[in-house]
């Protein structure tokens, strides 16, 4: 809780600075009404423009019933997989950049606690609770719009992603090895909505085979109001598929409030991850 008392207190400070500030934005074309001509980050439903600035502090929870794991992982006899607890909170920072209006940069870190109550069929050495806490993911991405939409025609971007790695002896929280990502998107804004597809491959060095499918999405933006957006996604990796739904409240010219849920699918997903933060848009002169 005191993650969350803290990002709160934060949240609270900073948000009259930008309650003065007008949005300089023009009326998009209909096919970006949704969005408008910023570069998808990695946050859903959340585009960045040239030389803007985008700040997010967010909380975010995990609550899994069933998460697999092995006793060895934790330093344990034993290479069976079991299904244990797990709980989490994590307080994030994240910022993203945009260059130029197709090139995109941004960086995310976190520090969470996390734990794992052992399954009551684990007979190893693992002790009932395991706990841990301190600095969580520490990641960048590269974003390159290589073809902007128009009336005829979707857009195309690409994404490279770069995991550092941390905290080895740790691995409810911690990265082992370099971990990268390589993911290639398709956008196309409706008058119903706006839809997004994309697909990655992953590489993680620690792992016995390194290169994987990575993630897969499809995406669903939709601009009710001035203040109010819509996002559902349906997210997957190989076998753990989660439902995603937001709403985006722009209380300020140049912030909004995002309200996301995840819900796991499959057994392998997250059963459930709430996430609350605050997107701060800055123009930055050039």
């Not at 997010?56 to 069933?66: N, T, V």
């Not at 797990?86 to 945009?98: I, P």
């Not at 190893?124 to 301190?134: D, I, N, V």
Request: net charge negative; proline share 6%; glycine share 8%.
């Amino acid at each position: 809780m005191k993650i969350v008392a803290l990002y709160t207190f934060l949240l609270l400070a900073v948000t009259p600075a930008f309650a003065g500030q007008q949005n300089p934005q023009a009326a998009p074309a209909d096919y970006l009404q949704d969005r408008g001509p910023g570069v998808s980050t990695s946050m859903f439903g959340t585009y960045v423009r040239k030389h803007e600035l985008i700040v997010y502090p967010f909380y975010e929870h995990y609550r899994d019933h069933d998460f697999e794991y092995k006793p060895e992982e934790f330093g344990a006899a034993g290479d069976a997989d079991f299904r244990g607890r797990y709980r989490a909170h994590e307080a994030l920072v994240f910022l993203a950049y945009g260059v130029s209006d197709n090139l995109a940069v941004e960086f995310e870190t976190a520090f969470i606690n996390a734990s794992l109550r052992k399954s009551p069929a684990d007979t190893s050495l693992l002790p009932s609770e395991t706990r841990e806490r301190g600095l969580g993911d520490v990641e960048g991405q590269i974003r390159w719009r290589w073809r902007t939409e128009t009336s005829n025609r979707p857009e195309w971007f690409s994404y490279a992603e770069f995991v550092v790695p941390h905290a080895g002896d740790k691995p409810l929280i911690g990265t082992p090895g370099v971990e990268m990502k390589f993911g290639t998107a398709v956008v196309r804004g409706f008058n119903w909505g706006t839809v997004t597809a994309r697909a990655a491959i992953d590489y993680s060095r620690a792992s016995s085979t390194p290169w994987d499918v990575g993630e897969y999405a499809i995406e669903y933006l939709k601009r009710l109001s001035p203040k109010w957006r819509v996002y559902v996604g349906l997210e997957g990796e190989q076998d753990e598929l989660s439902v995603i739904t937001e709403a985006q409240w722009h209380i300020l010219p140049h912030g909004f409030i995002r309200l996301n849920n995840g819900r796991g699918v499959t057994s392998k997903a997250t059963d459930w991850s709430p996430e609350l933060g605050m997107v701060f848009t800055i123009p930055v002169s050039k």
